[in-house]
């Protein structure tokens, strides 16, 4: 094959050294120049990326569908914390574990349908005595407006309007509509509290099995870190719902005294509905809870509501200072400002069940940092009392000071001659 040109020309001219050579036609049956192959790891690394890749998006699409499941087992966890040492107490008494966590279960149960039960027909009269006075409240304020304003308005005309009206008519066919979304929901919640109440139930009854079952994979010193944390974490979560369910009780009694004084109706259950609101809000319970009895007591006589609201406030006081530091310093001592942010927290994160779990959760992991984190003894600083610093002049007087007493301390440390010596010059 004659050479072309091009070939003549880089034949003559060859490349400086130290450069590389200029990429020529390929000759059949020659080794590839390095780094032109594809690396074997790479087809096997791009692999393994899409499969990590799948992996996570299924994980999180599965974590994504499992929320629900995953919170009520939680819920159910926490609530059988809650039950483990009255249920302890009885199987160290010779009732089997399943037998006693069902009459735990049985006594919440029943306790919480009369509760229901009693705050539903009080609701359920009032909304009864609201309809049948609607008719003389009506008329009493039409009669205030003809008077004040000579209008000849009449209820009966009212009446009609609203019959007639297009809102009432569109408000009735949403209603009938929603209906259906109510049934749904209500069915739905009995199917959540149904699986709560089944996991927390055998969460309960196989306590023992089940920590042997976790302690099975674990090495015996990783199995004394998980039984300690489990201890804490039952007696901080029992420990919190049985001082409060005490407060609430004492709550409850002192509420009820003031509703029968006042002669206000459904004292009962309007005391029950106080110290259950204000033992399970921290904080701010006391007042949330206190607003229904005040729009009772209102609906009697205004001064009550009064009345009601100044008792509140003076019991509120009274729980935050004396009550709680004595019922609580044994089960569950954490700061008020720590409280409260840990239920702000918890409801951010998963509504009022983190409302419910945020406590014990926080004092649980207060307790197991208090027994493995190492505390140190504090210097004694006015600063650590809030003092502050002394100032220029201050300083340089205590740095005098400080100098004199060394240098009184050196002196001392001298041989017994050489101050005999320096006294007798």
């Not at 502050?388 to 002196?411: D, I, Y």
Request: charged fraction near 15%; hydrophobic fraction near 50%; aromatic fraction near 10%.
């Amino acid at each position: 094959m004659a050479p072309t040109e091009e070939t003549g020309q880089a034949a003559q001219h060859p490349s400086a050294p130290g450069t590389p050579p200029l990429p020529g036609p390929r000759v059949d049956g020659a080794a590839p120049p390095p780094g032109s192959r594809m690396p074997r790891w790479l087809p096997r690394a791009m692999v393994l990326a899409l499969a990590l890749i799948a992996l996570f998006q299924l994980g999180s699409w599965a974590f994504h569908e499992l929320t629900g499941l995953l919170i009520n087992i939680l819920i159910a966890f926490f609530l059988a914390l809650a039950v483990e040492p009255a249920v302890s107490w009885m199987a160290a008494r010779g009732v089997r574990r399943g037998l006693g966590t069902f009459l735990v279960f049985l006594g919440v149960l029943i306790a919480a349908a009369g509760f229901v039960t009693l705050l539903g027909s009080m609701l359920a009269g009032q909304i009864i005595k609201i309809v049948e006075d609607f008719p003389e409240y009506l008329d009493s304020v039409i009669n205030w407006i003809n008077a004040h304003f000579h209008t000849e308005l009449r209820r009966v005309d009212i009446q009609e309007g609203l019959l007639r009206s297009d809102w009432l008519r569109s408000y009735m066919q949403n209603s009938a509509t929603g209906v259906l979304d109510v049934s749904t929901q209500v069915l739905g919640g009995l199917f959540q509290l149904l699986t709560i109440g089944l996991f927390s139930f055998y969460f309960a009854a196989d306590g023992p099995r089940l920590r042997r079952t976790i302690c099975s994979v674990l090495p015996p010193a990783r199995q004394a870190e998980v039984l300690r944390a489990w201890e804490i974490a039952v007696n901080k979560t029992g420990g919190y719902l049985y001082s409060r369910g005490l407060m609430a009780l004492v709550s409850g009694s002192a509420h009820y005294v003031l509703l029968e004084i006042l002669e206000v109706p459904y004292a009962p259950v309007l005391a029950v509905w106080v110290g259950l609101v204000s033992q399970f809000i921290p904080t701010i319970g006391t007042y949330l809870a206190g607003a229904l009895p005040m729009l009772i007591a209102f609906a009697v006589d205004p001064w009550y509501a009064l009345w009601v609201l100044i008792f509140v406030v003076i019991y509120q006081q009274f729980e935050n200072y004396v009550l709680q530091p004595k019922l609580t310093s044994r089960t569950v001592d954490i700061h008020p400002a720590v409280a409260f942010g840990s239920v702000v927290m918890g409801t951010a994160l998963l509504g009022a069940v983190g409302a419910l779990i945020a406590i014990p959760a926080v004092a649980t992991l207060q307790a197991f940092m208090g027994a493995y984190v190492k505390r140190y003894d504090v210097t004694d600083d006015p600063r650590v009392q809030g003092h502050r610093g002394a100032g220029p002049g201050e300083s340089g007087s205590a740095e005098r000071r400080t100098l004199l007493v060394r240098a009184r301390h050196l002196w001392d440390r001298r041989p017994a001659s050489a101050r005999l010596g320096t006294e007798d010059s």
